[in-house]
């Protein structure tokens, strides 16, 4: 059974830093691996997808990358700001489901 | 595109009453999942559907719920009685053939 753990758990930062959230899956057969971020309160916003054989994308400040024989993936995000402040969510797919983390709750202060 | 659309957006009922939740899914997509989140137990798949084919249900605490996809266009997700303990965010989402996920806003049902 597939399982997925993320770490840390929370994370407070000052504002400019830049940041490692882990993931960490257990089977190596997936098909791809997205991150997500959810506002408190609100749904999940996708933020990169990346697909089982590639090893890594990028969006603006957000570089994701994977190794899948490791089961590994990390989300750099760089020059954190305050808006940056929400939980981030990674998911693998297994066969055709998504499979969550628990997530890192991240706060950048000002 | 308005993106998966769920309805309500919250949703206050008595111990024991029918609820039920609704999903109109990004046209196109193939795939459409039902996930419920709370506090102690994260994001969890419920059931999802393939071409409007019920695929792993699974994930479906107990008899009390059940979901139906009677077309491309709409799903809903049926608690029958509800409970205290089902109180909960429920997200639907969809994809295409499995090239990322998009969730709707969500419904946060609380069951007094």
């Known amino acids: 059974k597939q399982e997925v753990t993320q770490i840390p758990a929370a994370l407070s930062v000052p504002e400019g830093e830049n940041l490692v959230l882990n993931c960490s899956f257990t089977?190596?057969?997936?098909?791809?691996l997205q991150w997500f971020r959810q506002d408190p309160g609100k749904g999940l916003t996708s933020l990169l997808l990346?697909?089982?054989?590639?090893r890594e994308q990028t969006s603006g400040r957000l570089n994701a990358s994977l190794d899948k024989s490791s089961g590994r993936s990390t989300l750099y995000i760089a020059a954190s700001q305050p808006g940056d402040s929400a939980t981030y969510l990674c998911?693998?797919?297994?066969?055709?489901?998504?499979?969550f983390g628990t997530g890192t709750r991240l706060q950048v202060f000002p | 595109d308005a993106g998966v659309i769920q309805s309500p957006r919250h949703e206050v009922t008595e111990m024991g009453q029918e609820v039920t939740l609704r999903c109109k899914p990004i046209?196109?997509?193939?795939?459409l999942f039902w996930y419920r989140q709370t506090m102690m137990r994260g994001l969890e798949l419920l059931i999802y559907?393939?071409?409007?084919?019920?695929?792993?249900d699974s994930g479906m605490p107990e008899d009390r719920f059940s979901a139906k996809m009677p077309n491309a266009s709409f799903s809903t997700l049926k608690i029958q009685p509800s409970e205290p303990r089902d109180s909960a965010v429920y997200f639907c989402?969809?994809?295409?053939?499995?090239?990322?996920?998009?969730f709707g806003s969500g419904t946060r049902l609380t069951v007094v």
């Open positions: 089977d190596s057969a997936i098909y791809n």
């Open positions: 989402a969809t994809s295409l053939g499995g090239n990322g996920y998009t």
């Open positions: 559907f393939n071409n409007n084919v019920p695929i792993d």
């Open positions: 046209s196109g997509h193939n795939s």
């Open positions: 990346i697909q089982s054989s590639q």
């Open positions: 998911a693998v797919m297994d066969t055709d489901k998504l499979i």
